[in-house]
């Protein structure tokens, strides 16, 4: 069992940026890919991007590529999103989230409760 647990969330202007953390327990966190998911109102929950075990590989959802920058610390077991040029279309609850094998879009088993983020016009 892996919990997680998102922090970093928060109302910010457009153009801003936030940083978003993920921190692990449970299970050994270099054994885990990570990902980050996030689910606006009305919208179904959809990925943003994920990084695989050693950090060397990371994948990016069209929406996040050139603003968002995903990395992992396993010594502290937290996984990062760095989120820039925000827009307000980024407005969502934002989900961490882990799962055993590569990086992908897909097959995650352990997820966070979610952190909000609101981009404001």
């Known amino acids: 069992q892996v919990q997680l647990v998102e922090s970093g969330g928060g109302l910010v202007q457009a153009g801003g940026s936030l940083r978003l953390s993920c921190v692990a327990s449970?299970?050994?966190?270099?054994?885990?890919?990570m990902g980050w998911f996030r689910q606006a109102p009305g919208k179904e929950r959809e990925f943003v991007s994920a990084?695989?075990?050693?950090?060397?590989?990371?994948n990016y959802a069209d929406s996040a590529k050139g603003r968002f920058t995903i990395s992992r610390d396993n010594a502290k077991n937290t996984v990062y999103l760095q989120m820039n040029s925000l827009k307000p279309e980024d407005t969502a609850v934002y989900y961490c989230?882990?799962?055993?094998?590569?990086?992908?879009?897909?097959?995650?088993?352990?997820w966070g409760q979610g952190t909000q983020v609101t981009v404001s016009s």
């Open positions: 989230a882990a799962r055993n094998g590569p990086a992908i879009t897909y097959g995650y088993g352990y």
């Open positions: 449970g299970r050994t966190f270099s054994n885990y890919a």
């Open positions: 990084i695989d075990w050693s950090g060397g590989n990371r």
